[in-house]
């Protein structure tokens, strides 16, 4: 009996021994994680008085962000962000005034004051050698902030159909799809009647109606619906507006341009001229899609995208 009993207390203390070992293992997995992780990063960064931008900041490493086209929010960029996490880098994506979970405040929404919102927000991360990232009007947005700042915080550029370095056609540069006239109407139409404005926008933002699914249609409606309405309206304004041919020549540092030739928003012509206009920049042609390739061609932008980070 004498035998049996310190046979039981053996295996009593070594099943304790077992446990509490087990435990701690797991306990300090979860803070090498946490470590890992780091401290919970802030939503919301404010950039002036009563005014936040919504931002999402994942991962770590070199530093990656995005401004959303219009009228999109940094959500739009979900399967962007999924690629470039697997990736090793530290991915941001801004949400402008005005739009999606940002403050949306009486006030300007030109580029200038986007640009300005852009800088505080890497100002205030801190953000060191990044690569900027914009589709439609927030790669006009990306462009006129390395021009403006000199590239402060940034050492590429990628220009995804870009709405720049003008959305409408003037006397001596025939190369955008619209009219002044036809931009206005779509302000008007914003201020009368916004879901016909998304829908009409809608009808031209991929290649065919079957090029992303109803989930993903109805999913990118959900997120312009966020948007403010003023915010639409001046947003449209400075599309229709704002000419920045003379930003181009100050564009120093590498550049992506993915672009393609069936946009029916921004014309392919637009990305040939500022390839020609941006020195050493490089274009990368999509063939599959309109002005979604990042939805549409999701594989080939990202692989496109990511190879750039690369170099």
Request: charged share 25%; aromatic share 10%.
């Amino acid at each position: 009996m004498k035998i049996k009993s310190s046979t039981s207390a053996v295996i009593l203390l070594t099943t304790l021994f077992v446990s509490c070992s087990t435990e701690n293992n797991s306990a300090e997995s979860k803070t090498e994680n946490n470590e890992k992780i780091g401290a919970a990063r802030a939503e919301y960064i404010e950039v002036e008085p009563n005014v936040k931008l919504h931002i999402t900041d994942l991962g770590e490493g070199k530093p990656v962000v995005l401004i959303h086209g219009y009228p999109l929010s940094d959500a739009s960029w979900e399967y962007q962000y999924h690629a470039l996490l697997k990736e090793g880098y530290r991915v941001i994506g801004i949400t402008l005034r005005g739009f999606g979970q940002s403050d949306k405040p009486y006030g300007k929404y030109d580029y200038d004051q986007f640009a300005a919102d852009i800088k505080v927000v890497l100002d205030k991360l801190d953000i060191k050698d990044a690569t900027l990232g914009g589709h439609s009007m927030g790669g006009a947005i990306a462009l006129h902030y390395v021009a403006k700042y000199d590239s402060a915080h940034v050492s590429k550029l990628a220009l995804f159909s870009a709405a720049a370095p003008c959305h409408t056609k003037k006397e001596d540069y025939p190369y955008p799809l619209f009219t002044k006239e036809d931009i206005s109407q779509w302000i008007e139409l914003n201020n009368n009647d916004r879901p016909a404005l998304l829908a009409a926008v809608g009808e031209k933002f991929t290649l065919s109606p079957t090029s992303i699914s109803p989930g993903i249609g109805a999913w990118l409606g959900g997120i312009e619906m966020q948007s403010s309405p003023f915010a639409m309206e001046q947003a449209l304004i400075a599309l229709r507006d704002e000419d920045l041919r003379g930003d181009l020549p100050k564009i120093k540092i590498p550049t992506l341009i993915l672009h393609a030739k069936e946009d029916k928003i921004v014309a392919f012509a637009l990305a040939e001229q500022m390839h020609k206009a941006i020195a050493g920049s490089q274009l990368v042609v999509f063939d599959k899609s309109g002005h979604a390739s990042f939805l549409e061609e999701k594989d080939k932008f990202n692989s496109e995208f990511i190879k750039f980070l690369k170099k």
